[in-house]
Structure formats: C-alpha cells, structure tokens
C-alpha cells in the first residue's frame, strides 16, 4: 500500500486524550473525510486508530481524537510520531494541482532540454511552494509559480521549467 504522512504529533491536547498534530496538509479541506490515521514511526510500522473527531486548530495544526486514546498520558506516549493515510484515500486535485509526494523524485528540464537535477524535497513558503532540486553536489531552489514551473507530466515523472534571471545555477544573483 502507498503511504502518505499528513502529519506529526507534537503533543497531548487537553485530559481527554486528543493529539495536536502539525499538518504537512496545504489546506484542511481533507480533514473531514478522514475515518483511520496509521501512526508510528513511518508507515510500514504504524498502528491503525480509527477517528473518532477531528478538528483544524489554526493555520498549521489539527487535533484528532483518536479510538482507544482515552487519557493525557495515552495522547503523550504518541509525541513525535507520524500521522499517515494511504494514498488512495485522498481526494482527487483539480487540474494542475498535486499532491507533494507526487512531486518528489520527478526529473526536472528547462524548456530547452536541459537536466537538473531532481525534486528532492518541496517547501512552503507562505506565497508558494518552493521544489528543491538536486543534482550531485548542486542544489537549485525553484519557485512553484507559472513563470517557472511550465508544465508537469506525472505519467513521464518529469517537470518542465523556465530558469528566470538569478536561478541559473552560477549566478551571481543566487
């Protein structure tokens, strides 16, 4: 099964046994559909809990009540851990949004032909997403904007980019 984390526990939240968790999610729209969390670790070693509630808690935060997870000490032995869903259980994005674990590991060309690198990690920043490219020893930060990012295929595994003034790699603008 695919795995994706949505999350980690950073702490107990109230007596009754709910868990703060810090969302990697970009909105809460996913949060209501969600019945199960896998918690561990990672993935492959994680526990299954149905969902009892679960509620946003600001910008970057939700709280889930958990099945099972009756007491503040119960929701504290959880600190740290990741909170997964399988993959198939996300909504479908409309046209030209994906989801990051998407994302990583695509081939990354200019418009030219040119190689890359990778996406080896993606980033918010508050405007955008920032796609962290990496190839050997180089390192090119990539702001998720049209001017930018030109065209994703995901059947190919490969993204298509325009390298605006200062994002060649060697420039003195960098």
Not at 97 to 124: C, N, Q, S
Request: aromatic fraction near 6%; hydrophobic fraction near 40%.
């Amino acid at each position: 099964m695919r795995w994706i984390e949505i999350g980690q526990i950073v702490k107990s939240h109230g007596l009754a046994g709910r868990v703060k968790v810090l969302s990697y999610l970009e909105s809460d729209r996913l949060l209501p559909s969600l019945k199960d969390a896998w918690i561990g670790r990672n993935p492959d070693s994680a526990r299954r809990y149905p969902i009892e509630n679960v509620r946003p808690e600001g910008q970057s935060y939700f709280s889930l009540k958990l099945e099972g997870i009756e007491d503040r000490n119960a929701a504290d032995a959880l600190r740290g851990l990741t909170v997964s869903v399988p993959y198939d259980s996300l909504e479908t994005l409309p046209e030209d949004e994906y989801y990051w674990e998407d994302l990583v590991g695509m081939a990354v060309v200019t418009e030219d032909g040119k190689t890359l690198g990778r996406i080896a990690t993606i980033f918010p920043t508050g405007s955008n997403d920032v796609f962290v490219c990496r190839e050997g020893g180089r390192e090119i930060l990539l702001p998720a904007i049209a001017e930018v990012i030109r065209s994703v295929d995901i059947r190919e595994g490969k993204v298509v980019v325009r390298l605006l003034k200062g994002l060649e790699p060697g420039d003195d603008a960098l």
